[in-house]
């Protein structure tokens, strides 16, 4: 892992298609060893266009749905993630290379980092975003977040929630041996916000909410 992720990071931060490439290369020989079968199920119509979009990770129970889910969606794409997650060793610097990294303490920074974000979507760029910021220790829902609603109104982009499930299986929270198994990536039926003002994201988030509630497997 090491020498292949190390090669990613200092070629990504030259060439950072070329870095990607190569992370995702680890990435599908990293389940091929573990014996990770992910499976994507996309219930969009084939002749949805899923680029410009901003697909929401709406419940996050393992350190292995970032991978998963940036494996399963299509590219190009950029995640949003915060500082902490980014100075995890080797995962979290190669987070850095594929994502935007916000940093708490300097808003001046996330706005513009913000700003970025709605020209990458605006020029046909996917983002990765989890709703809840944080995984669950026991698998039920967390406080959702504003954030990607308030980017994909911003945008005038689309949202598709995603609902992973078998990543707590594979690699439940605290734990460190990874198991084989199947991993199921759902991508739902896409939430358009075309004429949305920001006034609306709750009514947007509300939305969200009460569709993870129906979908997300229970405890």
């Not at 994507?40 to 129970?61: A, I, K």
Request: net charge positive; hydrophobic share 45%.
């Amino acid at each position: 892992m090491v020498p292949w992720l190390s090669f990613g990071i200092i070629i990504g931060l030259f060439n950072n298609e070329t870095g990607v490439s190569i992370i995702f290369s680890w990435v599908r020989f990293f389940f091929k060893i573990y014996g990770i079968e992910v499976r994507v199920e996309n219930e969009n119509d084939t002749s949805d266009n899923l680029l410009g979009c901003v697909f929401t990770l709406l419940s996050q129970n393992s350190l292995l749905d970032g991978p998963v889910g940036i494996y399963a969606i299509p590219r190009p794409f950029k995640g949003i993630i915060n500082l902490e997650y980014a100075l995890i060793p080797f995962f979290g610097w190669c987070m850095w290379i594929l994502c935007w990294v916000i940093v708490r303490q300097w808003p001046s920074q996330a706005k513009s980092t913000l700003s970025k974000v709605d020209t990458y979507l605006q020029n046909g760029g996917n983002i990765w975003m989890s709703i809840e910021g944080k995984r669950s220790e026991n698998g039920s829902l967390s406080q959702f977040k504003k954030g990607p609603v308030v980017t994909a109104i911003r945008a005038q982009s689309k949202i598709v929630p995603v609902i992973i499930c078998g990543t707590k299986e594979v690699l439940g929270y605290g734990k460190y041996r990874i198991r084989p198994g199947k991993v199921v990536v759902r991508l739902l039926k896409t939430i358009h916000t075309n004429g949305m003002k920001y006034e609306d994201r709750d009514v947007l988030l509300s939305q969200l909410i009460a569709l993870a509630e129906r979908e997300v497997p229970k405890i």
